[in-house]
């Protein structure tokens, strides 16, 4: 039985988000880890209200209080069973809690919601789901404000045709099969990669030689003069319920171009993401 980790702050997009989890985990037969993280603003010594321990205290029991109303709430919605929904106060900055918790309680997924980042602020500093997304090594949803809730059954896995695709694309099916969906594995070819015509069809062969036997599997290349632009009027045309990403380590010059990607669709896009290692 997998294990499905869900941070809250119990605000509107929380418990849009949740309705998303909850689907998640009556697919995978999951048991689902619902986590409140609660901090003390930064004050300066004339903003204290009282002894700043008693305060602590207080927070916690606020968010104890919050999470068992978000928990019952919860169940009632998503209808899974009690004995598989346990709850997790922690302390601290919330992108690290949400990793270190993922880490330490070894679970196979993060589901988490986002707005996307609202202002110029945020897009310079990051949103939560970003940092997460960076730091965590299981795969992380990222369900945006406005998604959709629904049971996915097209996958969209925009490939950069970088070091392992066929085991990257089978890992994007280990959660398309159980839903019964279908995957199509594109890669937008833009007019900058170096001796992309031939890597690009040799690679492109490859993984349709892989999965030629699968007919929940389509393989295709396209090529644009943008990336993103490119990835977009797919998306429009194809209208997945799920984009899948992949992240990894590799030389400055490609982490720039792949976050130029990855981050432009936790910011601005209306659908459930999968982001998952390589």
Partial sequence: ????????DFSENAIHASEYAGLLAQKFDANVILLNIYSVPIMTEYQ?????????VEMKEISEKNLQVFTDKFIETTNLPKERISQKIAYGFVADVITETAKNMNVDMIVM????????????????????MKKTE?????????????????????????????????????????????CKVIHIDDYFEVN??????????????????DDNVFVRNIRRDDIIEGLEAYINSYKPDVLALAVYEKSIFSKIFEESVTNHFVYESNLPLLIFRK
């Fill in 196 to 213: 992309a015509n031939q890597e690009v069809k040799e690679k492109i062969n490859e993984l349709k030689e892989e999965f030629k036997d």
């Fill in 113 to 132: 919601g986002t707005k996307g980042a609202s202002n110029a602020l945020e897009r310079w500093i990051g949103t939560t789901a970003q940092t997460v």
């Fill in 48 to 56: 204290v209200p009282y002894n700043i321990s008693d305060f602590t």
């Fill in 1 to 8: 039985m997998k294990t499905l980790l869900f941070p809250t």
């Fill in 138 to 182: 299981c795969p992380l949803w990222v369900i945006p404000q406005d998604a959709t809730i629904n049971y996915p059954q097209k996958f969209l896995y925009a490939a950069d045709l970088q070091e392992d695709e066929i085991m990257a694309t089978q890992k994007v099916m280990e959660f398309a099969t159980p839903l019964q969906a279908i």
